[in-house]
């Protein structure tokens, strides 16, 4: 099967940024289709995705895809797949399922049983291409599906398997919904910054840029967070006067407290999604 002849079920601005991916990765706009059902925003495809296909027809563009990405909300995927699974079922394209907070094993259900299913849980910058995904493949995917999950994803930014579906949960609360913890620092460091007598585009610019070093230096380095921390922190200096502060005031628990959190919503979330679907 070519699982580089892709279908997109529904043209939000994650099948914007993953087809844009692929395109700019030299991917054939001829094996990329994309169903959405708003006319504005097909309009909006095929001006951005010179070459694809744009349909309103969802089974329409699945039929002879290799590999099937659904990008609706989750509250819609149980009545997506339901319609799809005919068309699915015939053909037995890899299932690629960027929706929050639904497990492999329903939306396998839903669309018929017996599938290829890969989960992933990407997060914002992939918008920009910068993303991390995470991903988990079912016991029906075979070796070489989840390798072409993983390249369709990393046209997006870097993508990390877990071996266990319950570890995309984690990967929720930890990168899916991480971009907006360190938006939350950026805004307080520039609200700080503000007030201490900065003018607001400096404020903000300074907070931004510096967790984007930060950042570019974690990644490029193999020292443990402690060593670079230790780098900055001179004994009795502004960096130790700060991080002090923070500690006194339990900073560990209070984002270990709202992880937790995270993950326990990203659990319930499927439990629900689990259930209603029974009623």
């Not at 699945?62 to 997506?80: I, N």
């Not at 669309?111 to 991903?135: E, F, K, T």
């Amino acid at each position: 099967m070519n699982y580089e002849k892709i279908a997109f079920v529904g043209g939000g601005n994650m099948t914007r940024a993953i087809a844009g991916g692929l395109l700019d990765a030299g991917h054939a706009a001829g094996d990329i289709s994309i169903s959405e059902p708003l006319a504005d925003q097909r309009d909006v495809l095929r001006k951005n995705l010179g070459g694809i296909h744009v349909s309103d027809d969802n089974a329409a563009v699945v039929r002879g895809a290799g590999s099937v990405v659904l990008a609706v909300k989750p509250q819609v995927l149980a009545d997506v797949c339901k319609q799809l699974a005919s068309a699915v079922q015939g053909s037995r394209p890899l299932i690629i399922s960027i929706a929050a907070g639904v497990r492999s094993i329903d939306i396998d259900s839903w669309l018929g049983g017996g599938l290829a299913v890969v989960r992933v849980m990407p997060n914002q910058p992939a918008l920009l291409r910068q993303g991390i995904s995470g991903i988990f493949a079912n016991d029906a995917t075979a070796p070489e599906q989840l390798a072409a999950a993983s390249k369709i994803m990393s046209a997006v930014g870097s993508v990390v398997a877990v071996p266990n579906e319950s570890d995309i949960d984690a990967v929720t609360a930890i990168s899916g919904s991480g971009p907006a913890y360190f938006y939350l620092l950026i805004d307080m460091l520039a609200t700080t910054g503000r007030d201490l007598g900065l003018d607001a585009t400096t404020a903000r610019q300074l907070a931004a840029v510096t967790a984007r070093g930060a950042a570019m230096l974690a990644l490029d380095s193999d020292e443990a967070m402690a060593t670079l921390i230790a780098k900055v922190r001179s004994p009795g200096g502004t960096t130790a006067a700060a991080l002090d502060s923070l500690e006194d005031q339990g900073i560990r628990d209070i984002f270990d407290r709202a992880l937790r959190a995270a993950h326990e919503r990203a659990v319930e979330l499927a439990d629900n999604a689990h259930v209603s679907d029974q009623d």
